[in-house]
């Protein structure tokens, strides 16, 4: 009966060893992020618009507004020179002076055919929601058509989101808002002609940041089976 009992309690002995892991021989599984995407929110504050952007054109001295310079102000790399605004690094093609106004007008490229200058805001971040007003025109000598594209773009992604304007050739204002910018500082606003040369001046952004940018979570440090260490950005 004694043997028996020494038998007993030896098999429930090594059952228990086999139960428990060594924890010596644990590793970390790894991780497997199965969290669903998460999406910005509104913010619950009060947040008061700011003027992030706004270009007169006072520099664009050279022409008139029905006879544009002839000489395009835009460097080789897409940019417009800097002397000619009030704020650095506008990026551009093709764009003229106007006295006082900038000037989109038709160019022909020796690999892409013709098309129409362009212009767009130094790049910012706009999360949020923006305002762009501005005033615009069609260039007298073309007062059939005249059809300006705006567009919200990522500079390293593309568009976002865009809207068209019919222009007459007397200077009218127009306002459009958004609020799908990127959550970096890469967004501009793109000013384009679409059928006749045009226009523009007085461009400013209103920005409202009343988005907050979703958090990113870091891959967990696990510490034990039990315990691990959970962080954001």
């Known amino acids: 009966?004694?043997?028996?009992?020494?038998?007993?309690?030896?098999?429930?002995?090594?059952?228990?060893?086999?139960?428990?892991p060594f924890a010596g021989l644990w590793k970390p599984e790894p991780f497997v992020n199965k969290t669903t995407e998460v999406k910005p929110v509104k913010s619950k504050a009060v947040v008061e618009p700011v003027v992030v952007i706004e270009e007169d054109f006072s520099l664009f001295t050279a022409g008139t507004e029905d006879l544009p310079d002839a000489a395009s102000i835009t460097t080789n790399n897409y940019f417009v020179k800097n002397e000619y605004t009030h704020e650095p690094n506008w990026i551009g093609y093709n764009v003229h002076q106007a006295g006082g106004a900038c000037a989109l007008l038709k160019y022909t490229h020796e690999l892409y055919g013709q098309g129409y200058g362009h212009i767009s805001t130094p790049e910012r971040e706009l999360y949020g929601e923006v305002t762009v007003t501005f005033r615009a025109r069609r260039v007298?000598?073309?007062?059939?058509?005249g059809k300006l594209w705006?567009?919200?773009?990522?500079?390293?992604?593309?568009?976002?989101?865009?809207?068209?304007?019919?222009l007459t050739t007397q200077w009218q204002e127009f306002s459009w808002t958004t609020n799908?910018?990127?959550?970096?500082?890469?967004?501009?606003?793109?000013?384009?002609p679409q059928e006749g040369e045009i226009l523009i001046d007085d461009i400013k952004l209103v920005r409202t940041r009343n988005i907050i940018p979703?958090?990113?979570a870091n891959n967990p440090i696990n510490n034990?089976?039990?315990?691990?260490?959970?962080?954001w950005e």
Do not use: W
Not at 140 to 145: A, E, L
Not at 150 to 166: H, I, K, P, Q, R
Not at 180 to 191: L, V
């Open 214 to 216: 979703p958090t990113i």
């Open 224 to 231: 034990s089976p039990t315990e691990f260490v959970a962080s």
């Open 140 to 145: 007298k000598t073309n007062p059939t058509r």
């Open 180 to 192: 799908e910018a990127t959550f970096n500082d890469k967004n501009i606003m793109q000013f384009t």
């Open 150 to 166: 705006l567009a919200l773009c990522d500079n390293t992604f593309g568009v976002l989101e865009s809207t068209t304007f019919e």
């Open 1 to 20: 009966m004694k043997n028996l009992m020494i038998v007993c309690a030896l098999l429930v002995s090594a059952i228990s060893m086999q139960a428990v």
